[in-house]
Nanobody
Framework: VQAVESGGGLAQSGGSLRLSCTVS????????MGWFRQAAGKKREGIVC?????????YSSDSMTGRFTISRDNAKNTLYLQMDSLKPEDTAMYYC????????????????YGQGTQVTVSS
């Protein structure tokens, strides 16, 4: 399985970025997928997951609800993360991964992920 994240970069506080993740080597359209991030020196943090048909979205944290929007294009084996109203604390490496059901929703399962894409938000 290979996941390739892209779209990161430098943004100003309040700005936007759109991340992409293309997955190969697995039947992407059958997977619940999501995003997580890891800031330097901190543990990884789940962001959001989306089911295979796009019908259910679960945010790992209320702090990202309304600012981050996940979507997918199964025909292109690609997952997206639209990030708006960026804050300096959003600075981190962002990764896409598979998700699994955990009692009250879908959360990152970390069975595979790529090299990540760096997002840096300046104040």
């Amino acid at each position: 399985v290979q996941a390739v994240e892209s779209g990161g970069g430098l943004a100003q506080s309040g700005g936007s970025l759109r991340l992409s993740c293309t997955v190969s080597g697995i039947h992407f359209a059958r997977l619940t997928m999501g995003w997580f991030r890891q800031a330097a020196g901190k543990k990884r943090e789940g962001i959001v997951c989306i089911t295979d048909d796009g019908g259910t979205v679960t945010y790992s944290s209320d702090s990202m609800t309304g600012r981050f929007t996940i979507s997918r294009d199964n025909a292109k084996n690609t997952l997206y993360l639209q990030m708006d109203s960026l804050k300096p604390e959003d600075t981190a490496m962002y990764y896409c991964t598979d998700c699994a059901w955990y009692s009250d929703g879908y959360y990152p399962d970390y069975q595979f992920y790529g090299q990540g894409t760096q997002v840096t938000v300046s104040s």
